[in-house]
């Protein structure tokens, strides 16, 4: 007869924060080969990056009649976006590629995921952010190391900035649109095999709040290779919302354009509201209307108010806080061309950021 199972003892446990500071000191230890110090980061990454919940929202079905919807909560992220899953895939690559530091434009969110990865990578990190813009998140970056330097214009602006910068000191480019455009994309399809892990197939349809289009172009890719590997039985609808009339890629997809085109630069006005999703000018905006025109998906304009009023819902129904800007794509979600295509299915909506 086997004896039973004794109970491990607590001192005997694996600590997972143990070995989290134990790579990361391997790390920053330049004397470690970089094969070691790439080990570390993919450790460090693997720990503390993605396998976000997924979560069924019974209370927001009954609130907007869908039969069967779940929440991809990203704002379980380390610095509580999606972001941090192209932050610290662009980071590997630039201690793969040799560099001493990476470079970028942003908003808030993706500066500070940026900043987060880069300390964990031991790289420097050089953050322009546009004047006028309100975020709230610059200490944040400079707690973590980050050089931040601000610029008149915006975003779009900013982005020149960072990229002539990053050429002359030769750091690492990290905005959109760019040499990495297919690391990011990669990077965001893994919330696509998340899903499917959790479901086991496609949702009828995935709804994504728009801004350069990557979040939406990388799932779309994410689904579109488990379709071709026969994972999947169909490949889900892919559904857009952004900041009314101040994103190219929804613009874009309303006025039946073939590519995506840019806004006159002097109508977009950002409010604190709708500052993560405007821009005139959407960086890997083609990618993104591909993925609605190849899905036979749809894109809504989404105003302020819809979507503080979503974030008050699913604080109060759902007990989930989340910035108002996070909602966009389930504000579209509810407002599709039929009402027949939100019936009898499951639906994912993907929910970018905490509050």
Request: charge should be negative; charged fraction near 25%.
């Amino acid at each position: 007869m086997q004896e039973s199972s004794q109970p491990v003892p607590l001192h005997e446990r694996y600590n997972l924060q143990a070995e989290l500071e134990q790579q990361y000191q391997r790390l920053l230890d330049k004397d470690q080969s970089l094969d070691d110090r790439l080990e570390a980061f993919e450790f460090i990454t693997d720990s503390e990056v993605g396998d976000t919940p997924l979560m069924r929202g019974r209370n927001m079905e009954r609130e907007l009649g869908f039969r069967q919807v779940y929440l991809k909560l990203e704002g379980s992220n380390p610095t509580g976006t999606q972001k941090d899953r192209i932050a610290f895939a662009q980071c590997a690559d630039a201690l793969r590629r040799g560099f001493d530091g990476i470079c970028l434009a942003t908003c808030g969110n993706y500066g500070v995921a940026c900043a987060l990865a880069a300390k964990y990578a031991g790289l420097d990190c050089v953050i322009y952010i546009p004047e006028a813009y309100h975020t709230r998140r610059s200490e944040e970056m400079r707690q973590l190391g980050a050089n931040i330097f601000t610029v008149k214009g915006d975003y779009e602006d900013a982005v020149a900035a960072s990229q002539i910068h990053a050429e002359r000191i030769e750091y690492y480019d990290a905005n959109p649109g760019g040499d990495n455009t297919m690391l990011q994309l990669k990077a965001y399809g893994e919330i696509a095999y998340e899903i499917y892990d959790e479901l086991r197939d496609a949702p009828k349809a995935v709804a994504i709040p728009v801004s350069n289009g990557t979040v939406l172009a990388g799932v779309y890719k994410g689904f579109l290779s488990l379709y071709r590997r026969g994972k999947t039985s169909r490949m889900p609808i892919m559904v857009a919302g952004s900041s009314a009339h101040k994103n190219p890629i929804i613009t874009s997809f309303l006025q039946g354009k073939e590519h995506c085109i840019d806004l006159e630069p002097g109508s977009i006005k950002e409010t604190e509201v709708n500052e993560p999703l405007i821009n005139w000018h959407s960086f890997d905006g083609d990618h993104g209307l591909r993925a609605l025109y190849e899905t036979n998906g749809w894109a809504r304009d989404v105003s302020d108010r819809n979507m503080l009023r979503l974030a008050k819902a699913l604080r109060e129904k759902e007990g989930l806080n989340v910035l108002p800007a996070a909602t966009a794509g389930l504000a579209a979600l509810a407002q599709p061309p039929t009402a027949e295509l939100l019936q009898n299915d499951r639906f994912v909506v993907i929910l970018t950021s905490r509050k």
